[in-house]
């Protein structure tokens, strides 16, 4: 049985979005670098907690504002869902192709206010080795550490709302389960 595959765009808007609010926080750290020190003198002058809280906001937003500008420049697909399995490029830590032999469920948690897809797999070091980039693969280690996978999708950077999304995803492995006789299986949301 050969299922409709479903191609979900990537919405630059939301994905610009979120390049605006890195850049923002890195102005808001060299604006506190730049502020007038308060008397002192030595290392005190120089290393306020507003200048420490400065340099760890324009490390930190830095980083991702080089990530979200790499991202927009190279991600055109978000996510295709096919009879064949999941391509993701939802993020810059998408997991590419997987295909639904590995998939042993899925999963909804929250964490604070948003809302993350786990899909778990059979061997999540297959997933986590295939990475080049070091950063993408040590935070697919963290997620596989605190969360059982290092698959997360989420709705942020694609279009089309995180129900809708969820329950594309849900209704697609159940028919895959259904058509290859897979029995055991169990479609969690949190």
Not at 109 to 137: G, T
Not at 147 to 157: F, L, M
Not at 162 to 182: D, G, H, P, Y
Request: charged share 20%.
């Amino acid at each position: 049985m050969s299922l409709e595959t479903i191609h979900i765009s990537a919405s630059y808007r939301k994905r610009f979005m979120g390049l605006f609010g890195a850049l923002s926080f890195v102005l808001v750290g060299a604006y506190l670098i730049y502020l007038p020190a308060e008397e002192g003198d030595g290392f005190y002058h120089y290393f306020t907690p507003a200048k420490i809280s400065g340099w760890a906001s324009i490390l930190f937003f830095g980083s991702c504002t080089i990530v979200m500008l790499y991202y927009l420049k190279n991600s055109q697909l978000g996510l295709l869902i096919s009879d064949m399995g999941i391509t993701d490029y939802s993020s810059p830590v998408s997991a590419g192709f997987i295909p639904w032999s590995d998939v042993l469920d899925i999963q909804v948690i929250q964490i604070e206010k948003q809302r993350l897809i786990l899909i778990l797999v059979q061997d999540s070091d297959v997933y986590i080795n295939r990475q080049k980039n070091k950063f993408k693969k040590g935070v697919m280690q963290l997620n596989d550490k605190y969360y059982g996978t290092p698959i997360h999708i989420t709705a942020n950077g694609l279009k089309i709302k995180f129900n809708e999304l969820e329950a594309l995803l849900f209704q697609r492995f159940k028919q895959v389960c259904e058509s290859t006789n897979r029995n055991g299986f169990t479609i969690e949301s949190e």
